[in-house]
């Protein structure tokens, strides 16, 4: 069987690192390119510490398109950079499978469009761990019955978006379980604003960066007498591979653009 060639955009960061083990790491994946800003023309291999392996960091998304007709890009740069390589890969027929959070909601709608222009599927996941994703589950789930809810989400502090596309994800999922709910004391008021956090449909969403954090969240359901508290921790980032690794194996196989690893499940 023919072997799924991936390039990987921002390469050189935290995730794209995770990206480059990952299909350097399978038998059935085959890295052909690695975009970043940073490192141009450096061996892949030094980056993530084996010996070269022939494919040099480059600047130029487009022309590694072109060049090496991939089947598939892995996306994990930032909220500003993603949404023009998803549309530069579609236009090329290359399939993103996309780990970068903070896209818009025009901005999806425009990746929907392009993807239906283009007849090329998109894959886009707030969180590649399985445990995230049953986080979400298990926290819509709870939600019916108790609606009481608040989110905790902590990451590192080089994050630039905040809440995290999985507090998102996780209030999105929660309230497609229950009404908007006025929570807390009605005459509740800030001595240091924004410390009740973000809101939405009358949920609280608290984000923590701090140096040594990776990616945490607790969903925090309030009731009668007691709580429940269901929390995931990535301890380390390659609990992402195996979702990465999924995704880009499914991608090709499915219809417009999916979000979330929970479908490929
Ligand atoms: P990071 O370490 O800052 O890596 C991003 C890399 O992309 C940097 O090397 C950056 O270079 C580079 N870059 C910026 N613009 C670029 C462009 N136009 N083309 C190519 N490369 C470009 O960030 P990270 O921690 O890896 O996170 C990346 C994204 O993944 C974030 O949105 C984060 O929230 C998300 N994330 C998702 C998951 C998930 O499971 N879905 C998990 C963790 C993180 P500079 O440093 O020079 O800008």
Do not use: W
């Amino acid at each position: 069987m023919d072997k799924i060639k991936v390039v990987v955009t921002g390469a050189t960061g935290k995730m794209g690192l995770e990206a480059l083990n990952t299909v350097i790491d399978a038998d059935d994946l085959e890295l052909v390119g690695a975009i970043d800003v940073k490192h141009a023309g450096m061996d892949v291999g030094y980056l993530v510490g084996v010996k070269p392996i022939g494919v040099q960091v480059n600047e130029d998304l487009a022309t590694v398109l072109k060049e090496e007709k991939p089947d598939v890009m892995v996306d994990f740069t930032n909220p500003q950079a993603v949404l023009k390589n998803i549309k530069t890969a579609l236009e090329h027929k290359v399939s993103p499978v996309v780990g970068t959070t903070g896209l818009t909601d025009s901005e999806l709608e425009e990746i929907q469009q392009e993807s239906k222009t283009n007849n090329t599927s998109v894959f886009i996941a707030p969180n590649f761990t399985i445990g995230a994703v049953l986080m979400m589950r298990f926290a819509k789930e709870a939600a019916k019955y108790m609606p009481h809810v608040e989110v905790i989400e902590q990451h590192h502090d080089e994050k630039l978006d905040a809440p995290s596309g999985t507090a998102l994800k996780t209030i999105e999922m929660i309230s497609e379980e229950r009404e908007a709910l006025r929570q807390g004391n009605i005459n509740e008021y800030e001595k240091i604003p924004g410390c009740r956090g973000g809101e939405h449909q009358g949920m609280r969403v608290h984000s923590v960066r701090l140096p040594g954090l990776v990616a945490h969240q607790e969903v925090i359901f309030g009731g009668q007498g007691q709580t429940l508290t269901i929390r995931h921790d990535s301890i380390s980032r390659d609990s992402f591979r195996p979702g990465i690794a999924l995704g880009i194996r499914k991608v090709k196989s499915l219809k417009g653009v999916v979000i979330g690893l929970e479908n490929l499940i």
